[in-house]
């Protein structure tokens, strides 16, 4: 299996978790593509032109997006630590969560190209507060439900949560949510100790494509 990713992508991340929550690290190739680089096979597998992206044996491959890769690769290894519940409530609960957290990516991510990447005379602040919004509600929305949240069996929408924090974390540090959202703080906290999501934490890692000169995401 070969799973076409960027490291600081916080949907990349998601699956780069799951993968090794299922232990199935040692049986991935990695291939970084930046999205935003041209002239890149991206396109060919995925007409959105986003990662990730993953190729495997099956007819269906390529796969994309993150969700159907996550479920692929759970149910594949026959879902040994519930990722995607089987119980009605659990499982539509859990999916609820992993919607909300690829939003907060989604919103993080359209924040951070507006600021970074576009020239300022052309930005919106409208368009940023917009995006701010959507992240300080969901930020409420999970200070409300975090006996939702699980921490010794985490669930897909667990680890979509966790990421979108930890990208929230990494590319705007001058948003700083945590005083007012005590009792998320604390679970993010214990599970950023959970070595798959230590090890799956979006950052820069490789080298950016030569000419871009676009912040990446
Ligand atoms: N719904 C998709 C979203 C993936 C996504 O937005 N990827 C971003 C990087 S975080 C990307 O490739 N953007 C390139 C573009 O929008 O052209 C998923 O869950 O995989």
């Known amino acids: 299996m070969k799973l076409h990713y960027w490291r600081a992508s916080p949907h990349a991340c998601k ?14 190739e990695h ?3 930046h999205p935003w680089e041209k002239e890149t096979p991206l396109p060919s597998l ?29 149910s594949k290894a026959n ?5 995607f519940p089987k119980d ?27 600021q970074h990447a576009r020239p300022p005379i052309l930005q919106s602040s409208d368009w940023l507060e917009r995006q ?34 930890s990208y929230m ?13 005590p009792s998320l703080t604390a679970w993010f906290e214990k599970m950023l100790r959970l070595p798959e999501i230590a090890e799956s934490l979006p950052k820069e890692m490789h080298t950016m494509p030569e000419k871009m000169d676009r912040l990446e995401n």
């Open 46 to 74: 995925n007409p959105l032109g986003k990662v990730p992206v993953l190729e495997c044996d099956e007819d269906f491959s390529p796969l994309f997006d993150s969700g159907v890769i996550c479920e692929y690769l759970a």
């Open 31 to 33: 291939n970084p593509i």
């Open 88 to 114: 009605l409530s659990a499982r539509i609960k859990a999916l609820r969560l992993q919607a909300l957290g690829d939003g907060m990516m989604e919103a993080a991510v359209l924040h951070v190209v507006e």
């Open 15 to 28: 699956v780069l978790a799951v993968v090794h929550h299922l232990g199935l690290k040692d049986i991935l």
């Open 132 to 165: 701010r919004l959507k992240l300080e509600n969901a930020l409420h929305f999970l200070e409300n439900h975090v006996l939702e949240l699980q921490i010794e069996t985490p669930t897909i929408g667990d680890i979509a949560i966790v990421i979108a924090l």
């Open 79 to 83: 879902d040994p630590k519930n990722l």
């Open 169 to 181: 974390n990494f590319r705007l540090p001058s948003y700083v949510w945590h005083p007012a959202y």
